[in-house]
């Protein structure tokens, strides 16, 4: 065989090897699934976006953590087999829980065949007479209906429970992997001062303000009032994304009036609120609340993946402190 001979041959043998290793699985031979890094320490999955903050600021470099939930919040969200692809080699799964993503950790944690992987249910580690009442409606396997909480899931949004939250997640890291407790603790103690000054910033802000209520625009604020002293006294929308009819829509508008409330909160994920607008123009055109005004309040549910970092918590939770510190009066 000449020399132009063997090299056609040798450059087949090398396209058809680059086709192969092209299909072949990410992890083979590796040790990688293509999911998780191949190093050591705890496989973390989270659900949303708070609670990966929370935990990747503790985890540091000792344990990986990875976010289920981006441009889909937990209202709507519907795992796939991609999604039980990521669990199925975690060893820890963090939920915001109170019966807001427990259905959606179980069934993923069914797809993904994981049998040691240990949910840890957030909210239920905070005190039970500190939680409020509440309602929301999910969609759940296609098919939309109402879901009685009893309990109001919305706990991420009181910087005073992110701090009891980040704390179970580090005792949960310490358990998993004690080689690096010291470590966790330390992270998880530099992290919760960044949530105390938090707190306390918010509190600066919103100091000397005279008129504290708003309407929200879905249930999701009682926690934040309740952390910056704060009074909801409606929501626009009980179900998020469902426009209220016409007779909602005038309770609103005469709530507004009765109560004295100027300020109507609005929602990043929702762009048009039309309803809120409608109560607004309203108000302007025919009177009974003096300078009304919407206010837009990021309730934290979703965030595209190129924006979610580990400051991403506080930097949101700031955006709408800076917004209500300009709106209230």
């Not at 990966?52 to 939930?69: E, I, L, P, S, T």
């Not at 441009?71 to 039980?84: C, E, K, R, V």
């Not at 000397?208 to 009682?222: A, M, Q, V």
Request: with cysteine.
């Amino acid at each position: 065989m000449n020399a132009m001979r063997r090299y056609q041959w040798w450059l087949v043998g090398l396209t058809a090897l680059g086709v192969v290793l092209a299909v072949l699985p990410l992890g083979c031979g590796g040790g990688s699934d293509g999911v998780w890094p191949d190093r050591p320490g705890p496989k973390v999955v989270v659900s949303f976006a708070p609670v990966y903050c929370w935990a990747v600021n503790v985890a540091g470099d000792d344990a990986v953590v990875k976010n289920m939930m981006t441009t889909t919040g937990p209202h709507d969200f519907n795992p796939s087999d991609t999604d039980a692809r990521l669990v199925r080699k975690a060893d820890l799964f963090f939920i915001n829980g109170l019966n807001l993503d427990n259905e959606i950790a179980a069934r993923m944690m069914k797809g993904s065949g994981n049998t040691r992987l240990k949910v840890i249910d957030l909210g239920s580690r905070l005190p039970a007479d500190q939680l409020l009442e509440g309602q929301c409606n999910h969609v759940h396997g296609g098919h939309d209906h109402p879901h009685e909480h009893g309990t109001d899931p919305h706990v991420w949004l009181n910087p005073d429970y992110a701090v009891l939250m980040t704390e179970a997640i580090r005792d949960e890291l310490k358990a998993a992997d004690p080689d690096h407790a010291a470590n966790y603790d330390r992270r998880a103690a530099e992290y919760v001062g960044k949530l105390r000054a938090l707190k306390a910033e918010g509190v600066a802000k919103l100091a000397g303000k005279k008129d504290r209520k708003l309407i929200s625009f879905h249930e999701s604020l009682s926690y934040f009032a309740r952390s910056f002293d704060l009074t909801v006294s409606g929501v626009v929308q009980k179900k998020p994304g469902q426009e209220p009819n016409s007779e909602e829509l005038r309770d609103l508008v005469k709530l507004c009036r009765e109560k004295q409330v100027r300020l109507l909160a609005v929602e990043p994920q929702y762009t048009a609120n039309t309803s809120a607008a409608a109560i607004l123009n309203e108000l302007r055109r025919n009177g009974g609340v003096a300078d009304p005004a919407l206010v837009e309040i990021d309730p934290l549910e979703t965030v595209t993946p190129q924006a979610l970092t580990p400051a991403w918590y506080e930097e949101r939770m700031r955006a709408n402190l800076d917004a209500l510190a300009k709106e209230l009066k």
